[in-house]
């Protein structure tokens, strides 16, 4: 089984890798913990899919589950939301000894891990990610938290789970548009860190030949992350390439209620226009954005901006936690593969956005 680990100062866990891994996660959680009693965290959608699944083998592996369904999309990643999975922790009696176990995409990773990170001051979980941008991106890292009206991810934590369990067979289930909102994410690591994987995705023919070298694709992500979270753990510097996109992105997300356009989407979109603009500026090189929109092209990924009050998009920027004092941290490319964080006042922010 292919397995990487992450290794912090303060702790270090294991992401593994392999097809057929979500029907024994109890026997993986087996070695890992000592947990009795494991609360599975799911969204509708997913838990019609996979949560029988995921239940049973726990059960046989002598774990006493419970189940705990949220709505599917951003709207779950909310205060609201919140109090009712702590409700149902409690009348579930969790205790500090046992775990949280996340099924589901990136919202309920979140979610979950943020509920684990604050309940009873932090309980033990693990990730299950069944969507493509959770499995390449969000599930690892520790990054946890939830929306608050005036943006994305305001309040959250740094908590890192006891295991990330990955099993690429779950994305045959994904329909055709949450695919390609996970192959954004995917696109972002070949734009940063990974030329060969942006180039390996401009060659694949067909969607069969994509999907026959995903657990591939997944490590090739993983391992880019892997590197800049040991880097970086806490976000204060090399970490914020993988903001590649993100900050043009969410403003997109709240700026349409969280509703028009999918996470990877907007930060399609994102990645896109500020690499169209910093190769105006002379900062990036030239026929970069060309080689963007290609691939977005041919992963069903939009890259125009939709018609928007462009002050009110750009204000949305100002809110944006990446934002350090008077300034904003953007990720520019140089050329595929190489990336850097340049600061920008928040006087400069129209101009240089000038989309």
């Given at each position: 089984m292919p397995t990487l680990e992450i290794n912090l100062k303060d702790k270090s866990y294991p992401i593994c890798v392999e097809e057929g891994l979500i029907t024994k996660i109890g026997e993986m959680l087996k070695g890992i913990t000592e947990a009795k009693k494991v609360a599975v965290i799911t969204d509708t959608n997913v838990g019609a899919l996979y949560s029988e699944i995921v239940m049973n083998s726990l059960s046989t592996a002598g774990f006493s589950p419970c189940l705990i369904q949220v709505e599917p999309g951003e709207k779950s990643k909310s205060c609201d939301t919140l109090m009712k999975v702590y409700k149902k922790l409690i009348m579930n009696k969790i205790s500090r000894w046992d775990m949280v176990l996340a099924l589901g995409g990136g919202v309920v990773g979140d979610l979950a891990g943020f509920a684990a990170?604050?309940?009873?001051?932090?309980?033990?979980?693990?990730?299950?990610?069944?969507?493509?941008?959770?499995?390449?991106?969000?599930?690892?890292?520790?990054?946890?938290?939830?929306?608050?009206?005036?943006?994305?991810?305001?309040?959250?934590?740094?908590?890192?789970?006891?295991?990330?369990?990955?099993?690429?067979?779950?994305?045959?289930?994904?329909?055709?548009?949450?695919?390609?909102?996970?192959?954004?994410?995917?696109?972002?690591?070949?734009?940063?860190?990974?030329?060969?994987?942006?180039?390996?995705?401009?060659?694949?023919?067909?969607?069969?030949?994509?999907?026959?070298?995903?657990?591939?694709?997944?490590?090739?992500?993983?391992?880019?992350?892997?590197?800049?979270?040991?880097?970086?753990?806490?976000?204060?510097?090399?970490?914020?390439?993988?903001?590649?996109?993100?900050?043009?992105?969410?403003?997109?997300?709240?700026?349409?209620?969280?509703?028009?356009?999918?996470?990877?989407?907007?930060?399609?979109?994102?990645?896109?226009?500020?690499?169209?603009?910093?190769?105006?500026?002379?900062?990036?090189?030239?026929?970069?954005?060309?080689?963007?929109?290609?691939?977005?092209?041919?992963?069903?990924?939009?890259?125009?901006?939709?018609?928007?009050n462009k002050p009110e998009l750009i204000a949305n920027m100002s809110t944006d936690k990446k934002g350090s004092g008077s300034y904003l941290n953007i990720v520019l490319l140089k050329s595929i593969g190489e990336c850097f964080v340049k600061k920008i006042a928040q006087e400069e922010i129209p101009k240089f956005f000038a989309l």
């Open positions: 990170a604050t309940y009873l001051r932090g309980i033990p979980y693990v990730q299950v990610p069944t969507s493509l941008l959770a499995q390449v991106d969000s599930s690892i890292g520790g990054k946890v938290g939830i929306d608050l009206p005036e943006g994305k991810n305001l309040i959250g934590s740094f908590y890192h789970p006891l295991a990330v369990f990955i099993d690429p067979k779950v994305l045959l289930t994904l329909n055709a548009r949450f695919f390609s909102d996970g192959m954004a994410e995917v696109v972002k690591y070949g734009c940063i860190r990974d030329s060969a994987l942006f180039e390996r995705l401009l060659s694949f023919e067909t969607k069969e030949e994509l999907l026959e070298h995903m657990e591939d694709i997944i490590l090739a992500c993983l391992s880019v992350k892997k590197q800049v979270v040991e880097e970086d753990e806490r976000d204060m510097g090399s970490r914020m390439i993988l903001n590649f996109g993100h900050t043009l992105g969410h403003a997109i997300e709240k700026y349409f209620g969280y509703t028009t356009y999918t996470h990877g989407e907007a930060v399609a979109m994102g990645m896109y226009q500020i690499t169209k603009r910093s190769e105006e500026l002379g900062i990036t090189a030239n026929n970069t954005s060309t080689l963007l929109k290609k691939v977005l092209l041919k992963y069903n990924l939009p890259y125009k901006l939709p018609p928007v």
